[in-house]
């Protein structure tokens, strides 16, 4: 089955600068790569999303990359905010079926 | 357009003991999730149905959890007897479809603890 795999677990930033996550997946057949935000005893929530025929996504100061012949997808924070911090997840997905299988978390800490 | 509504929010329960949790999707979603997510860790998928029928239960421990959907709409999730590595929020998610790269959205989740 899906493996994914991401790095790292902890990520402390400064206000202002950026913020990098990385995920590599195993499956080749994998095509759909979510990014989920969860805070605190809060519920995961959708904030970015990549489909195999892209390579790069953006949304105002997030961005996500993909790189289908490595097999790995990076989010990217851009001037970053205290509110920002929470734990992120990277996902991965085959076509058929939508099973989400997401990576271990990265817990970002933005001091201000 | 209202969220996926999950209940109760917190349940303490002996070990051996059983536990149901219920989730009710976004209306008109098709598909529904439920992932068990330990402390410190991404979610896992117990199960996936597809309107009433069971598209992936591969990851759920049939000995001791089952899940239903009946009319298709909102689910339940049972653990009959409860272990100790069952504590976890469980989390229940809905979709649209089946189909590639339809959104799935989250509920609030039920924390469970086994004492």
């Not at chain 2, 421990?61 to 049972?78: I, M, N, Q, Y």
């Amino acid at each position: 089955g899906e493996n994914v795999e991401q790095h790292p677990s902890t990520l402390s930033v400064q206000e202002g600068d950026s913020a990098v996550i990385k995920c590599t997946y195993s499956d080749s057949a994998s095509n759909y790569f979510p990014w989920y935000k969860q805070e605190l005893g809060k519920r995961p929530q959708l904030i970015i999303d990549i489909r195999s025929n892209v390579g790069e996504k953006k949304d105002q100061r997030i961005a996500v990359t993909l790189n289908k012949t490595a097999k790995h997808f990076s989010l990217h924070i851009t001037e970053t905010q205290p509110e920002d911090s929470a734990v992120y997840f990277c996902a991965a997905s085959r076509a058929a079926g939508n099973k989400l299988t997401f990576g271990g978390g990265t817990r970002v800490l933005v001091k201000p | 357009e209202a969220g996926v509504a999950q209940s109760p929010r917190y349940k303490i329960i002996e070990k051996r003991q059983s536990v149901a949790f219920w989730c009710n999707p976004i209306s008109g979603h098709a598909t529904l999730y439920w992932y068990q997510q330990i402390l410190g860790q991404g979610p896992k998928l117990l199960i996936q149905f597809q309107n009433n029928g069971v598209v992936d239960d591969s990851q759920l421990p049939k000995d001791r959890f089952s899940a239903e959907r009946l009319k298709g709409v909102d689910s339940t999730l049972k653990i009959q007897p409860a272990k100790l590595e069952d504590s976890a929020v469980y989390l229940c998610a809905s979709s649209k479809g089946q189909n590639l790269g339809q959104p799935q959205h989250f509920g609030d989740g039920t924390r469970l603890s086994i004492l």
